[in-house]
């Protein structure tokens, strides 16, 4: 609940118009790293599911995030994820997203 007080305190202060959206809040709400006290509350379906799909699905969305965020600067990407840059390159060629070369290092 702090948290979100934090985030409309900010978005208020820093917000030029007098109105505070959806909109607007997304991009502050973005800016929020991924914090989780506890477990994450995912049923399970009577017919289970695929936990490597799941988690092979995160790790792909979470490495286009963080290349994303660093524009496309693998070694920036990698710090921001908290892993190595050997760790970053393996997990690149895994998922079929190494298209550009290890130049972008900067």
């Known amino acids: 609940m ?3 007080q934090n985030i409309i ?3 208020v202060a820093l917000e030029s118009s007098s109105d ?3 909109h ?3 991009s502050y709400l973005s800016e929020q790293p991924l914090l989780r006290k ?3 509350d995912i049923e399970i379906p009577n017919d289970g599911i695929d936990l490597e799909k799941m ?3 995160l790790e792909r969305t979470l490495l286009l995030k963080a290349l994303d965020k ?3 600067i693998k070694k920036k990407a990698a710090e921001l994820l908290h892993i190595n840059f050997r760790s970053m390159r ?3 060629e895994k998922y079929g997203l190494n298209h550009g070369s290890d130049s972008e290092l900067a």
């Open 24 to 26: 607007n809040l997304s």
């Open 55 to 57: 988690v092979e699905d």
């Open 70 to 72: 660093t524009k496309g």
């Open 90 to 92: 393996y997990r690149l």
């Open 20 to 22: 505070l959206t959806a």
């Open 38 to 40: 506890g477990p994450i």
């Open 9 to 11: 305190e900010r978005a």
């Open 2 to 4: 702090r948290e979100l």
